[in-house]
């Protein structure tokens, strides 16, 4: 398969590109949500309760381990911003 080198760059982008949305959409189709199944079979069985989007969000902003790990992220962010711009 010879392509001109105005039509390679298309070539190396296209098909990869074709391939992982097949991919994605066959994950999709195929797969489950959970070990357990589908969250929405889940929840119209009774298996797994249905919880809000702000309630998700409370209990997560008042988990100490998010805090710690936000901190965490911010230091690390700050150091790369001081090296990029350093160097």
């Not at 700050?78 to 090296?83: Q, R, W």
Request: aromatic share 14%; glycine share 4%.
């Amino acid at each position: 398969l010879k392509c001109a080198s105005e039509k390679s760059w298309r070539t190396v982008c296209v098909i990869p590109a074709i391939v992982t949305m097949f991919t994605a959409l066959w994950i999709i189709w195929n797969s489950d949500d959970a070990p357990k199944g589908n969250y929405y079979e889940m929840k119209m069985h009774g298996a797994m309760p249905a919880i809000s989007a702000t309630s998700s969000f409370r209990e997560g902003a008042y988990n100490v381990n998010t805090w710690i790990l936000f901190v965490q992220y911010a230091c690390c962010f700050g150091v790369e911003l001081t090296m990029n711009n350093a160097a």
